[in-house]
Structure formats: C-alpha cells, structure tokens
C-alpha cells in the first residue's frame, strides 16, 4: 500500500481547517450576525408569525412542501453520488489505464486512488444525513404550524409562542441543510485531490472564496438586508418583536 505523502498530508489538513473553519464561521463565531444565513433567520420567524395572523393557511403549506422537496431533491443526489462512488470504487484500475492513456493527472496507485474515493464517499454520506435530517425536521415544522390555533380561539400569547416555536423549528431545519449542501460543495472541492495534493488545495481555496462571498459580499445577501430594516420595526398584536432581544441583530 502507498502511503499519503507529505504533501497529501497538508492537503487534507488544509481542506479540514478550511471547512471547520467556515462552519465556524457561519455558525458560531460574532460574524454570523453578518451572513445571508442569518438575514433569512429573521424572515423564517416573521413568516411564521405572519400567518399566525392569516385564517387561510394554503400558501404557507405549498412554501413548507416546496422546502421539504428541495430537501428530499438533495437527500436522493447525494445517495446517487454514493452509488456513482462505488462504481469508482469497482472500476479503479480501469480508470487509472484511461487516465493514464489521456495524460491525465491521476495519481497511479490503486491503493491511494480508493482512499480518496472513499473519503469522498464519507463527505456524501455526511451531507445525506444532514438533508435526511432536515427533512425530518421540517415535517415536524409543518405540525406545529398546523397546531397553531386560529386567530380568536386562543390568546394572543398562545398564538405568538406556538408561531415562534414553529419559526425556531423552521431555522434549526435550514441549518442542517445548509450544512448538507456545504458538505456537496467541499465534495466538489474534495475533488481536486484526484488531480494532486496541489490542485486540491487550490480547489478547496476556491470554494472557501465562493461560499464566504455569497454570504457576506454578493447581491442576494443585499436584497435580503434591504428590507430588513422593515422587518425589525414589525411588531405582533400584543407587541412582540419578531426579532427576540434586539430590534436589529445586525447592527
């Protein structure tokens, strides 16, 4: 068996970091406040106490339907990707003589080619569980939006803490999948380890660069502050925020 070379050895130790580094980032450290992500939070609570306040609930249905497909939509890719890997894993030899034969630069030994392919595998299979995950979660959301009683048949406090477990529900179910579809884009990062411990830091340098932009530099994340402001100054019936603790967490 061939050992992981020096360089392989940084490689992962770089593709690790950087993407425990990113969670990191995006999940826990004070910048979080400052990302795409945690702009929409505010949307998914206000959502959910808006049509508290609605006594025809269809539109909100087709919304948590269409989240749970595009969860369900991620959760199948992923276990298709797993099939495609072990057909990698079935066809190695195969596939070094073909890329040898195309001077393309894969690494020639079997025994370091099915490490990399299974270590990809372990990728898929984290974000499979996490999509698996979220869906799950998000059919709990749908039941506690249906337990959330009409307006005039319970209070206006009632109501509000049902909506707002429902709404916090609904961001735990949207961390998990944006977790799931992170992991597919460290997959396509991971990729660039087949072409050399190189170009695989490179790739993992690239995908860092696209994920930090989309969530703290790229036009979507200033359509969604746009109105945020708006947001903040809403107010429930009974004078709840619909931000807790702080009429603007990004400021």
Request: hydrophobic share 50%; with cysteine; aromatic share 12%.
């Amino acid at each position: 068996m061939t050992s992981l070379s020096l360089l392989d050895c940084i490689a992962i130790s770089w593709f690790i970091v950087v993407w425990f580094g990113f969670n990191y980032l995006i999940d826990s450290s004070p910048m979080r406040k400052k990302s795409l992500s945690k702009a929409m939070e505010v949307y998914r609570r206000t959502w959910f106490l808006t049509l508290s306040r609605r006594s025809v609930r269809i539109m909100d249905t087709a919304i948590l339907s269409g989240l749970q497909q595009g969860t369900a939509f991620f959760a199948s890719t992923s276990l298709l990707a797993i099939g495609g890997s072990f057909a990698l894993l079935d066809s190695t030899d195969t596939i070094l003589q073909v890329a040898g034969d195309l001077s393309i630069p894969v690494e020639q030994s079997r025994a370091l080619w099915e490490v990399k392919v299974l270590g990809l595998m372990l990728i898929l299979a984290y974000s499979f569980f996490k999509f698996g995950w979220a869906y799950r979660l998000f059919n709990y959301c749908s039941i506690i939006m249906g337990a959330i009683p009409d307006v005039g048949t319970a209070s206006d406090d009632v109501i509000t803490k049902i909506a707002n477990q429902a709404g916090d529900m609904n961001i735990i179910a949207g961390k998990h999948f944006n977790r799931g579809q992170r992991a597919l884009f460290f997959a396509i990062a991971f990729l660039g380890w087949f072409a050399g411990p190189q170009f695989f830091m490179v790739t993992t340098g690239l995908v860092m660069l696209v994920l930090v932009r989309r969530q703290f530099a790229s036009r979507s994340r200033d359509a969604v502050l746009s109105g945020h402001q708006v947001l903040a100054s809403l107010e429930t019936s009974d004078g709840a925020k619909t931000e807790t603790g702080s009429s603007n967490p990004f400021t």
